[in-house]
C-alpha cells in the first residue's frame, strides 16, 4: 500500500508541483470586484429571482481559549464582559432580520442550519438559544430541518447536549484532532482520550449524526497513531470522520514553528501525504466512504451543509468572515473587527458574480468538491479534463458507469485541481 501510494503522490506531483491546499473560494483567486454597498443591492436583486431550497451557515467566531495549532477566524470570548459578545450578537440577528426582509427569502424552506466558528457554544447557552430562536422566526425552517453544529468535546456536557436536544439539534461535529494523549497534550487540548469518546456516545444516545475531525501532519504523529483513531471512532459508532491536514498559517506561527513545521519540504510532504493515504484506505475499509474533499462518512451523515452546491441551493451565510452564494453571485463579510461596526444593512467585504466562464466550469467544480463527479451534465471540455485527472490518478472510475471518485491524490492536491478547473473556459489554462 505504501508504495501504491508513493507512486501516486509521484504522479500528482508531475502535475501539480506546487504546495497542496484545499479548494480556495472565488474571491481569495480574483477577489471581490464589489463593494459592499454594489454587493448587497446584487444580493437583493439576484435574490427576488431566486427560489426553491436553500442551506443556512452561521459564524459565531468566539472560543472559550485559543488552541496553539489552530489557523481559524477565530477570538477567545471576553471573561467577566459580554459586551463583545452582545454586539456581536445584535449585528448578527439585524443582519439575519435584513436577509428575511428580502423579498421571496424567508419563504424558501432551509435543509440545513449549520453554526461554525470558533466554538459556537462558548457564547453561552442563553445567547446561542436566542439565535436559533431568530433564525426559526426570520427563516423557513420547519420540522425536517437538520440543525447542525461544530463544537468541542470540552463543550459536550450533560448541560450543553440537553441545551442542543431541546434546541432540535441533529448533527454535531466535533474537534476532535486527536485521540493520543501525547499529542492532545501538544494540541492543548484538556481531556482524555476515554472522556472525549464518553461525550460521543452521550451524543450517540441521542439519535443525533456525529462526526469528528481528526488532523494528520502533527509532531511526532505516524501511522499507527492516526489508524487507532479512526478505528475507535469507528468502534464508538460514529458516522463521520474528517481528516484535515495541519495547516500553517497567520494564526498559528508560533506553535508551527516550535514544533519544525513551518517550513515543509517535499519529504515532510510526502509522509503527510502518506499518513492521509493509510488514514483514507482505513476509512473506506470500514464503510466510510468520502462524500466531500475532506469527509468520509457512512450513510447517515449527508454531510449537507458541504454539499449544498451539490443539490442546486444557495448558501446563505452569515457573521464575520463569513462566504455565501446567491444563485450567479458570491460574497463575504467582513472580518471580526468590523462586524459590529460596519455601514450598511449587512457588514459586507463585497462580492462579485461568476463570469460566464465560471458558470460553465461551475459544476465541474462542484462535483469535485463533493468527491463524485457524474458525467450525467457535463460537456465535452468538463469531461475531457476529467480524462486527464484520471490519467494522472487524481480521479478514479467508480462501479456505476458514468462516475468518477476522487482518490487520495485528488483530495491532496484538490485545490490546485479546482483551481485548474475554475480556468477551463477563461482561455487562462496552460495546455498539456
Not at 443591492?41 to 459565531?60: K, M, N, Q, T
Not at 477570538?75 to 459580554?82: D, K, M, V, Y
Not at 459578545?85 to 442550519?113: C, K, M, N
Not at 465560471?358 to 469535485?368: D, S
Request: charge should be negative; proline fraction near 5%.
Amino acid at each position: 500500500m505504501a508504495g501504491d501510494a508513493r507512486i501516486a503522490w509521484e504522479r500528482a506531483r508531475e502535475r501539480y508541483p506546487a504546495d497542496a491546499h484545499l479548494p480556495l473560494p472565488r474571491w481569495a483567486t480574483r477577489g471581490l470586484p464589489d463593494g459592499p454597498e454594489e454587493a448587497w443591492d446584487a444580493i437583493a436583486r439576484v435574490s427576488a429571482e431566486r427560489s426553491g431550497a436553500l442551506s443556512v451557515y452561521v459564524h459565531i467566531p468566539f472560543c472559550e481559549t485559543r488552541c496553539p495549532f489552530c489557523d481559524c477566524h477565530a477570538t477567545i470570548a471576553p471573561r467577566g464582559s459580554r459586551e463583545a459578545v452582545d454586539r456581536y450578537i445584535d449585528a448578527l440577528t439585524s443582519e439575519i432580520a435584513a436577509f428575511a426582509a428580502l423579498p421571496g427569502l424567508a419563504g424558501r424552506p432551509v435543509t440545513t442550519v449549520h453554526f461554525g466558528g470558533g466554538t459556537p457554544l462558548a457564547i453561552g447557552a442563553e445567547a446561542f438559544k436566542h439565535i436559533v430562536t431568530v433564525l426559526r422566526e426570520s427563516l423557513g425552517t420547519h420540522g425536517a430541518t437538520e440543525w447542525a453544529l461544530e463544537t468541542t468535546s470540552r463543550l459536550l456536557d450533560d448541560a450543553h447536549i440537553d441545551v442542543l436536544d431541546g434546541l432540535g439539534f441533529k448533527r454535531i461535529h466535533v474537534g476532535v484532532q486527536s485521540l493520543q494523549s501525547q499529542l492532545r497534550r501538544i494540541l492543548g487540548r484538556r481531556e482524555q482520550p476515554h472522556e472525549v469518546l464518553e461525550r460521543i456516545a452521550a451524543c450517540l444516545e441521542r439519535g443525533w449524526v456525529v462526526s469528528a475531525d481528526l488532523l494528520y501532519g502533527l509532531p511526532g504523529q505516524v501511522g499507527a497513531m492516526l489508524r487507532e483513531d479512526i478505528t475507535m471512532l469507528a468502534d464508538a459508532g460514529i458516522h463521520g470522520i474528517s481528516l484535515y491536514h495541519l495547516n500553517a498559517g497567520p494564526h498559528n506561527v508560533r506553535f508551527m514553528t516550535q514544533h519544525g513545521l513551518a517550513e515543509r519540504d517535499e519529504t515532510r510532504l510526502c509522509e503527510d501525504f502518506m499518513l492521509l493515504a493509510e488514514g483514507a484506505a482505513l476509512l473506506e475499509e470500514l464503510g466510510f466512504p468520502r462524500n466531500h474533499v475532506t469527509h468520509f462518512a457512512r450513510p447517515e451523515d449527508a454531510n449537507l451543509y458541504s454539499r449544498h452546491a451539490l443539490r442546486g441551493e444557495d448558501l446563505l451565510a452569515v457573521g464575520s468572515s463569513a462566504d455565501g452564494v446567491m444563485g450567479p453571485y458570491f460574497y463575504r463579510h467582513v472580518e471580526l473587527d468590523g462586524y459590529g461596526s460596519a455601514i450598511g444593512p449587512v457588514p459586507l467585504s463585497g462580492g462579485g458574480a461568476y463570469t460566464a466562464a465560471e458558470e460553465r466550469a461551475r459544476p465541474l467544480v462542484t462535483r469535485l468538491m463533493a468527491a463524485e463527479v457524474f458525467a450525467d451534465g457535463l460537456d465535452d471540455v468538463s469531461l475531457a479534463f476529467c480524462g486527464e485527472l484520471e490519467a494522472t490518478g487524481l480521479l478514479e472510475r467508480a462501479n456505476r458507469g458514468g462516475v468518477w471518485r476522487l482518490t487520495t491524490a485528488g483530495s491532496w492536491f484538490s485545490g490546485a485541481m479546482c483551481a485548474e478547473a475554475w480556468s477551463l473556459y477563461d482561455g487562462a489554462r496552460t495546455s498539456r
